[in-house]
């Protein structure tokens, strides 16, 4: 606990906050918008609240401390259909180096799809196609010298470099960096986190450098029974006011090599603008051996549309027992 508060703390302090940040007067003073856009379908059924509960190669979105709990390799795929036509896919893998250390490396791609352009005088001139691609390289490190037999401790960070092509092209560097805990009571296990992500330089597309969407997670996570996981998360982003999110997630056991999973999860980023029906996000997962199908459905409140998200894992055990603790 001592060290999330020591991180959060120099964390707060080293953000470049204005008068103005973490505020409603701070919405749309920030560019980069895709770097907060999800990944793995399981996360977004639980309302986003899943900085806490990340154990595999998606970890370098949601947590980069997660990564210390992949036991072997674990390599995943998200595949978005937004609204108005626009895609978005995410893939990542990750690969145990040694005991105690993972190394990831992820991309993530947006195609807004074609649009059409327009001069000063109303005449078009063919169509234009928004598109962003970001790669990005993570490390997780379990910390031993910070375990005993109470508490797990891992941290991990996150590089990333991302492009945009528009009429013009710029690019940006980012990172994140997370804390995980695991504390081990006597009936059961709870986890905590903290994630800063979004750090770094913003792109410039033509006078003016865009700020990145910077913004803090909070998570805590429980299973009051083997088979239910709960979460909770609060979500403080440079560009606008702080909200929250909580999830759930039930296992059952339907064979010896299968399970199944049902979700659900809320998040209050969307309540003022689109109303209470986007706050809600439902899914389902089906693990065969080693390899994992998972879906979200998001409703998108008055825009009147839904999103579906699919994701596919596949996570390998490790051949030996290692020091640490499946999720």
């Known amino acids: 606990m ?17 008068a103005s940040d973490f ?31 990340t154990n595999d190669a998606s970890s370098l979105y949601w947590n980069p401390a997660g990564l210390s709990q992949v036991p072997r390799l674990s390599a995943t795929f998200l595949y978005t259909q937004y609204v108005a036509g626009i895609t978005y896919n995410a893939a990542s893998v990750a690969k145990r180096v040694n005991d105690s250390s993972v190394l990831a490396f992820g991309v993530r791609y947006l195609d807004i799809g074609p649009i059409a352009r327009t001069d000063i005088n109303g005449l078009t001139r063919g169509d234009f196609r928004p598109r962003s691609y970001l790669a990005e390289l993570g490390w997780g490190q379990s910390i031993y010298d910070l375990s005993d037999s109470e508490v797990d401790v891992a941290m991990g960070v996150t590089v990333k470099y991302l492009h945009t092509d528009l009429l013009a092209h710029a690019n940006a560097y980012a990172g994140d960096f997370g804390v995980h805990s695991r504390f081990y009571g006597t ?8 994630v800063v992500q979004n750090l770094g330089v913003g792109q410039k597309f033509d006078l003016v450098r865009d700020t990145l969407p910077t913004r803090l997670r909070f998570g805590g996570g429980v299973r009051p029974v083997k088979p239910l996981l709960l ?15 909580a999830g759930m997630e039930y296992t059952v056991d339907i064979q010896k090599s299968m399970q199944g999973a049902v979700r659900a999860g809320l998040n209050s980023m969307t309540y003022d603008s689109l109303g209470l029906t986007s706050m809600l996000n439902f899914g389902f997962g ?14 998108t409140g008055d825009l009147g549309a839904q999103i579906h998200r699919v ?7 490790a051949k030996i027992s290692r020091r640490y603790r499946e999720r």
């Open 23 to 53: 505020g409603r007067a701070a919405v749309g003073t920030t560019g980069s918008e895709f770097l907060l856009f999800d990944t793995s379908a399981r996360g977004i059924a639980m309302g986003g609240a899943y900085s806490v509960a």
């Open 231 to 245: 979460t909770v998360e609060a979500i403080a982003p440079i560009n606008n006011l702080p909200y929250g999110a």
């Open 311 to 317: 994701s596919v894992s596949f996570n390998l055990p």
């Open 286 to 299: 089906v693990k065969l051996s080693d390899l994992s199908f998972d879906y979200a459905f998001a409703p």
């Open 2 to 18: 001592r060290i999330l508060l020591a991180a959060a703390i120099a964390l707060l302090i080293a953000l470049p906050a204005g």
């Open 187 to 194: 009936s059961q296990t709870y986890d905590i986190s903290m």
